[in-house]
């Protein structure tokens, strides 16, 4: 194999890695408020809603729509290919090999980790997702949340 060849393949997982970072990057870009005019993408603190509105628990349409981001949408998909390209980086676990088939292998590992651990928390009841202090109570114990 030629020196030039060796060194494209060196360099992969650098730039898969890159590739994730940007990724996060534009997510985190799209999470910002829009036209809050502040070029730095900083969101200012919302204020607290006051305690006499009465909660409403989710539907199950709105419970299963954020399962399914939580455990298939953006996040966990990033997750993995910054994980994969993390484990690309190590060779881990070498028996993977490198390489797109190697990447593959790693990235779908990771992606079905993050989805059975959201699944499971889903399962327990324990979704990653806070609900509101209802009583006021709660209230003040939430408070520093």
């Known amino acids: 194999m030629h020196d030039g060849h060796r060194k494209a393949r060196r360099g992969r997982p650098l730039l898969l890695l890159l590739l994730g970072l940007l990724g996060i990057a ?3 870009r799209a999470d910002s408020l829009p036209g809050s005019g502040d070029p730095s993408g900083a969101v200012a603190a919302p204020t607290p809603a006051p305690l ?3 909660y409403t628990r ?3 349409a709105t419970k299963l729509h954020n399962y399914l981001f ?3 949408g953006p996040y966990p998909t990033v997750g993995a290919a910054i994980t994969a390209g993390l484990g690309q980086l190590s060779n881990s676990p070498p028996e993977w090999n490198e390489g797109a088939k190697g990447f593959a292998r790693r990235f779908g590992s990771d992606y079905g980790i993050a989805a059975v651990s959201i699944t499971t928390r ?3 009841g324990k979704p ?3 609900t509101r202090c209802t009583t006021a109570a709660t209230a003040r114990a939430c408070s520093h949340a």
């Open 70 to 72: 939580d455990a298939f």
């Open 58 to 60: 989710p539907t199950q």
């Open 52 to 54: 006499d509105v009465p």
């Open 122 to 124: 889903y399962a327990l």
């Open 26 to 28: 534009a997510l985190a």
């Open 128 to 130: 990653s997702r806070k």
